[in-house]
């Protein structure tokens, strides 16, 4: 599962992604851990990655984002 913090123009200032196996990866611009990157493009929106039958996207709150987030931060590796 990937999720995004976007700003107002759909720039990820924040993401997190969750992978089968339980790892995790959160950039944020400033850091980075476990690989992923912030999107050197604007996301899209939830209609255009909709069309794509892979994914299923789901707008989430800011809490909800937070929270995802933490957790990743909580169960990341010493060092």
Do not use: C, N
Request: charged share 30%; glycine share 6%.
């Amino acid at each position: 599962m990937l999720y995004a913090d976007l700003d107002d123009q759909r720039w990820q200032r924040r993401a997190v992604e969750l992978f089968r196996d339980g790892r995790m990866s959160y950039p944020d611009g400033q850091k980075e851990f476990g690989g992923l990157f912030l999107s050197p493009e604007p996301v899209p929106p939830l209609s255009d990655i909709a069309a794509d039958p892979q994914f299923e996207p789901v707008e989430i709150t800011q809490l909800e984002f937070e929270s995802v987030r933490s957790e990743a931060i909580a169960h990341a590796p010493e060092g």
